[in-house]
């Protein structure tokens, strides 16, 4: 195979941080390359360099020979490297195919570009209705548009970014088919993930980074997937330990939860029923955008919906408040961190009292007792190894990962009975978050009934005792984790989304 | 190149020192206004800034001015401030004002000539009533039919002044008066009256209840859970949902508070300085205090000195009408551009300024 792409001793540093230090490696022409690494390895900054949105500090590119420096992306795009990237830029109130003109630099007249668009889908297996508004299309659809976006310019390199945290086991099956159709029509991909078992699946090549280093180079199929994870992490990993656990009373009761979304595009629940016993972790699983932020609003009483709907150790709570709920015992953690879970201008003290006053007493007659507060957030900045400057620094100067251990440490700390999380690891390195999974288990071995949220199957599938699936707001029958195929889990997160395909003749 | 930084945490030494850059900024480009109009700045800014405490000729009789104009002002930022750290937006504090007035005078007059010293806090009680009911029009239709706040409070203000015209032409004229428009004045009935305390100092009642507002306003945002509610609802209202803060229950307190105070204010106004319910009771109060709260960082001890600032503005200015024959939308600009400064500086707290080249494309 003759090679494509070769990067030599590429270096950038932002303030503060060197997000990639002499990185080498080089693609063939067909290969399927994997760049595989924790968050903040450096794996966005690499391909940004790549695809002319970063400037590098120092270190040279070629392609196919010749010197490649893109100072934009355009200049790249016209080179042949094409991205598609892990959050789409599209326009839900136009069509597929005036979200795909918008991308181009010289687009066709609209009828031949639909025809083209049609042609370019039924070719590689991924169905697609030009005339559909992207509004209505679900996130594995979306990714489409974005792919065939990326094939109509006939790349010779196409980057892609975390592309299966969108999509079901089953709509993976479906675009690793694609992807390995335009390898074996010569198109380089280098595909960006941290998700083992895919790249041993259908990468030829992975080039593994650690703190922004290469620190091996290997080929997927010949190693294990423990083999990769401790390159990738440094060290050796040690899964959270269970202990067993005596499952009690029903703590937390849904039954027949239906609510409208309070959010644009969201999904509304339907119908939506499970219990969890204390000592028991339920994991939720689905695709992003399926009702898990509209679940986690009805259980933290942001959305109040009939008062039988939601029941914390058997008293009616449906139409109660945050504070209610918490003075009953039940904790809640959002997923989005800054704005959500935390204020981002306010100081770690003042977001410790945030959610923290109701049970931890940190106000008497409605006058805040600031001393309280401030050892309350010293107590969860020591307990959950929270790396920051002290506990006056406003949330926002936190990283992602250490402003993720604070919040789930601030709710994890009030002697909860009922814990609901969604996403507790996102975007937190793998020490970090095992550290925050072992916490989880060790409420849940006090007798606390937890629900975990999470689009990380393996995640779920780790801590869990029991699993569920939301899909398009409604949720699977609850299932015990023991047992479970993957070929199960993607048909209770709603297999291809009715999106059979043809990959008949490849 | 000119680039804004973002800071890591909001600069505490800028919170603090931007006000009095954006003073200084003002005094540059209101001089620079001044000596386009022929005026001899340094002249201009000594006559707004510096006569009116400390000349000689004029001082004896603009001091006292100074907590007079400063006192409304004062007690109406305080109540706005709170609904601006909210995102709650009552820009209709002057028809609050207004309304207050005409419900403390009414109050009054509904018993005259009745001598009882029962009388005046009954008056305060109606026109803080007067301007609580006033806001809670814009209140409830937020909040039952997600009304723009901002519009119906400002157009009630077109309504109070119109009801007061009436009431001045009508209801509450003089029947003594001769025909003339306007009541009697308050600050001569006894009963009604809101004097100086101390002759010389323009101390009243009012100014008394400004000072209470802002310890009350400082403990509330600095001790007080409500408070912090209202901090968190401005900066971060899914937050403020997450902590069990009801959106809708802010909305009525701080519009509620605002109006309250707004209209207390009017009583003390009529029943003191202005002494009467006429055509042109209305200054304006409600309307710089917008100013007076950002000027203070949305801040009750900051509005304690924006209040007095701003006042100062205001005697200084009309001393510069008179002395300098300035015009008087001159003065307004000056205010202006006070307030512009002001937001612009503001920028420096949570950002910084760096000179760079700029990074290649």
Redesign the interface.
Known sequence: MTELLRVEGLTKAYPGVVANSDVSFAISEGEVHALLGENGAGKSTLVKMIYGLV?PDSGSMTLRGQPYQP??PAEARRAGVAMVFQHFSLFEALNVAENVALGMENPPPMRELASRIRAVSEEYGLPLDPARMVGDLSAGERQRVEIIRCLLQDPKLLIMDEPTSVLTPQEVDILFKTLRQISGEGTAILYISHKLEEIRALCDEATILRRGKVVATCIPREQTAREMAELMVGTVLTPPARSGRAKGAVALEVQGLSVASPIPFGTALKEVSFAVRKGEVLGIAGVAGNGQDELLLAL???LKSAPGAVRIDGAEMGNK???DR?RAGLV?A?E?RL????????SLV?NA???G??RRGL?HR???D?AAAEAFAREIVQTFDVRTPGVH??A??LSGGNLQKFVVGRELSQSPSVIVINQPTWGVDAAAAAAIRQAILDRAAAGAAVVVISQDLDELLEIADDFAALNGGRLSPTRPVEGLTVDEIGLMMGGTHGMEVAHHGH | MLRLEKR???SAFWQKASPFLAVILTMIAGGIMFWILGKNPVEAIRTIFWDPLFNAQFASYSRPQLLVKAAPLILIAIGLSLGFRAGVWNIGAEGQYIMGAIFGAAAGLAVYPVESRLIFPAMLMAGALGGWLWAMIPAVLKTVFRTNEILVSLLLVYVAQNILAMMALGALRNPDGGGFPGSRNLSQIPAMANPEMVAGTGMHWGVVAAFMAVIAGHVLLQ????G?QI??AG??P??A????V?PARLVIFCLGVSGLLAGLAGVFEVTGPAGQISIDFASGYGFTAIIVAFLGRLNPVGILFAGLLMALTYIGGELAQFMLSLPSAAIQAFQGMLLFFLLATDILT?YRIRLSQR???
């Open positions: 400037r100072a934009k933290s009483g942001e408040g945050p504070n918490r809640a959002p989005k704005g959500h879970a935390a204020a981002p201008d306010m003042e009292l945030l959610s006053v109701v106000a409605g006058f805040i600031w620094v406003a926002r100067a | 890591p945490s909001p001790r007080h859970l409500l912090f901090k968190l900066q971060a899914r937050a949902r997450f902590a069990g009801s949570n990074e290649a494309a």
